[in-house]
């Protein structure tokens, strides 16, 4: 796989897409990008956690769990570097354990307020998982 993620033009918020060789793998490319546009860094892994959430479909599944993300940001400064995501496609659950470090020892150059159902996609084409995402900053 070439790459992990692209950010794609977009006149006021960030737009990417991220990439994997199968579903999970698209969604941690898609946490790792959502991090990256915050920080251009290196977060060290010193935190563990573990989180669950559910959705309807793959782009709400998609939604909530980096919604959870900021969250975590928001309300216990955790700042993710890594992430092992396991979904349940027939229930439209994840599970993920997330590594990362407090917020407090970097200096994140963006502030992400949300993630939006703008443009968003998760799908599969010629055997590579592709997901949208756009950043309200």
């Not at 150059?109 to 993630?115: N, Q």
Request: glycine share 4%.
């Amino acid at each position: 796989m070439k790459e992990k993620y692209k950010f794609l033009e977009h006149t006021a918020d960030i737009k990417f897409q991220a990439f994997g060789k199968n579903l999970e793998e698209a969604f941690e490319n898609s946490a790792l990008a959502m991090t990256k546009a915050m920080f251009e860094g290196k977060i060290k892994e010193v935190k563990k956690k573990k989180i669950e959430v559910k959705g309807k479909d793959y782009e709400s599944l998609l939604y909530n769990f980096l919604e959870e993300l900021l969250f975590l940001l928001d309300s216990e400064n955790f700042f993710l570097a890594s992430c092992k995501v396991k979904i349940n496609k027939d229930k439209f659950e994840l599970s993920a354990e997330l590594l990362g470090d407090s917020v407090k020892n970097y200096s994140p150059s963006l502030d992400v307020k949300a993630v939006t159902y703008n443009q968003m996609f998760v799908k599969q084409t010629s055997g590579t998982w592709v997901a949208q995402v756009v950043l309200d900053v």
